[in-house]
Structures are given as structure tokens and as C-alpha cells.
């Protein structure tokens, strides 16, 4: 009697996990990806090669895991029914089409994954599932569990780091029923590696979302930036890293161990203390590799993890370039990650200064309208995943979900 696992996704991640899962015959692996003909393409490759993780090894070896999924498609009855846990492994911007094909299909007592859920994940799947939901689990992990990138298409992954640990929540529906603890059904299909721990409820997963990094350094760097002046190289990400920039991630920090510490005075019970500061988080997960610790700038600056990583740009009349706001720094991490704080900043009552200058600017540049001076009340709001556009009015709704 197989677990039957379902990933949802064709990217890098969903490819790893399919490899992963497919490798342990416990399980029955199906892959459901509805972009564009990555299922055809996908299942074209498989008919002559395995699907081949290659992990490597902290001593410059490498060691690989070669398996075939059961069945890759873009059918989403084929992929979903019978299915028991279902991982989304997709930028958040995509969850909303996942959600949308497959919640005609999920049976009771399914547990539903968000590998990582990203600020927002819970509202919108509640939200999506609707009555359904109370049947369900929902989980959503901090982050993804690797760092790691396709080589080839359908064929070879690479996992280039594991995470140590990786912190999830669960939501468990009133009267979902699983045959085992949701933690050990992930544990299982990720493997040894990174070992779960369970944060005690699913907004302090939502203020860890690693979604704050991006938009404070993309607007310290371009807030003052002119256009008729484009640059002839695209600047560092990471390591170009300046004092401003770095400030102000530091301030988006704080507000959110504010909101958390604030949750924690109104709400009876509720544990905040995942909620730490970003300068914290970096020097925990990339202990190994950051040269200089002395503040967060140079801690930005000398992880390793991050060389080479450039700012998003696009290339202008003249070769020249200027900053992309297109790309997901801005465009994914605004509506689908400080969007989202905010809103749970404003249900528990803390100002949030910083967030609302850079979301201010942020709207500005994507052309859309989430805040109204320090209102949450645009008219862009429902294309965010902040709890007010899925009806949540006090505090305490959050938690009575
Ligand atoms: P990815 O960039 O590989 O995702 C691309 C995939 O998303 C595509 O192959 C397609 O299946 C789907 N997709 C793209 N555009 C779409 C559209 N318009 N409509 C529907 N589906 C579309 O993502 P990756 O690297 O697997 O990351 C997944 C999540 O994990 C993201 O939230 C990412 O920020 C996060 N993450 C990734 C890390 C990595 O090492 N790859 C590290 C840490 C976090």
C-alpha cells in the first residue's frame, strides 16, 4: 500500500522533489504541471532516460539518485485523485491556478503541502477550497528545502546545499483525519535531510517568509535611480549590499518580530519566538559561509551562497541597462510577501513605517495600488494574499480558522 505523492510544478524544485519521492518505493509519485508543454516534454524525456538528482557533497563529490516518477501531466484529474499529500512547489504567484484545477478533486483527509507556502499560502488555500478545507491539512514551510537548479530539463537536477533544518506549520481542518502525523508523511518523501521542526502556528510561518529580503534592497538601491542615466553593468545583488539598504531590511525585520510580539500580547497561547531577525536567520542557516559577521551589510556581502547573484535588469537602447520591476524581487515579493504582513501588521494593530514606504514606492513602480497612505484599502488589494481581500476583520479570525 503506497503513499500516493503528488508535486505539483515543473521547476527546479518541483524536480528535485520528484526524484526524491519517485526514489523511495513507498511512495507513488505523480507530477502535475500545467505550464505551458513542460508535461509533454517532461514525460517525452522520461520515455528514454531517468530523472537524476545529483546531490553534491561538502568535500566536492557528488552522489546521485536516479528514479521515474509514475506519471507527469497536465491533467489534473489523472494527477490529483487518490492523491494523499499534495506538495505546491511553484512561485506563489502560480498557487492560485494550482488551487483552482485541483481542488475539484481532493478527497478527504488529504494533506496539502506549500513547499515553501510563502506569506498568504493558508488564506488562499482556505479560501480555494472552501468547505472542502475542513476535510484537509494544510502545511507550509519556511523556505525550500535545497538550494538547487535543473541542468537539463526533465532529466538532471542538482541539489547544490540542504537545509539544516526547515521550519513548517500545520492548520489542521476540524475534521480532517490523518492515518499519521503530517510531519513524518513530509519527512518521509524529503528524506534525512533537512530535519523538519514544527513552528507553533502558521502566522509566525507567514512573518518568516524570506519574501522581506528583496524589495527593501531593490528599493535602497533604485529609489533614487534616473532612468535617463542606465548603467553599462548589472550591479551585484548581495554583495553590492550598501549601509541604506541594509537598514532598511533590518527595520522591515523588526517590524515583523513587532507584529509577532504584538500577537502574542492579544492572542492567549500563541509562540512568536520563530520570529527572529533576518541578521539572526542568515548567520544560523549560512553558518559556514559568511567571511565577515560583523553586521548585516558585510553579512550579506561575504556569503558565499550568494556570489556572483546580480541585480534583475533589462537592457535599454544603447546595450545599457536599468532595473526590471517585472521580476519577482518586486512583482512576487510585494503582493505575496510585504503585502501580506502588512495586513496582519494591521489586523494586530502595529504601525509598519518602513514596509509602507517601500510597498508605497513598489506599487508605484508595478503601477498598481495595494496601500492608501497607510490604509491597506487599494484597488489592486485582491491581487495580493493579504488576509482583509479573503475577509479576515480582527486579530483573532486568523487564529479561529
Ligand atoms: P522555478 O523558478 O524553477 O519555477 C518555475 C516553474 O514555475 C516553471 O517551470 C513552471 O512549472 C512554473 N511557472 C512559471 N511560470 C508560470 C506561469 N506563468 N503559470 C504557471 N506556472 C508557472 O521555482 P523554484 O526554483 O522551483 O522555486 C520554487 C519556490 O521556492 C519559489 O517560491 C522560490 O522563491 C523558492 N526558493 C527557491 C530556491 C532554489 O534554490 N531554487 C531557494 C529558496 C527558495
Redesign the pocket.
Known sequence: DRTKVLIC??????HCLAGLSASNPENETHVL???AD?AERWTKVLQSNDLTVTIVKNDGGSEEIKSKPTLITKNPKEAVTGAEIIFL????F?HE?YFREISPFIGDNTLIVGL?G?AGFEFQCLHMLGEKAKHCTIMSTE??P?????LEFGRLVQILGFKETLGASKLQGSISNLKQSPFESVQKVLGPKPVLREIQNYIAVNLMA?SIIHPPLMYGKWSAFNEAAPLKEKPLFYQGVDEKQASLLSSVSNECIAIGKAIEKQIPGIDMSEVIHILDWFLTYYADQITDKSNLMTTMQTNKAYDGLLHPMKQVDGGQFVPDFSY?YTAEDVPFGLVVLKGIGQLAGVDTPVMDEIITWAQGKLNQEYLVGSELSGKDLPKTRAPQRFGFKTLQQLFDV
Open positions: 510544478g515543473g521547476g527546479n524544485g518541483a504541471t500545467l505550464f513542460e512547489i511553484v512561485p506563489a502560480a491556478q515553501p510563502q523556505s525550500l535545497w538550494a538547487c537548479r535543473i524570506k519577482r
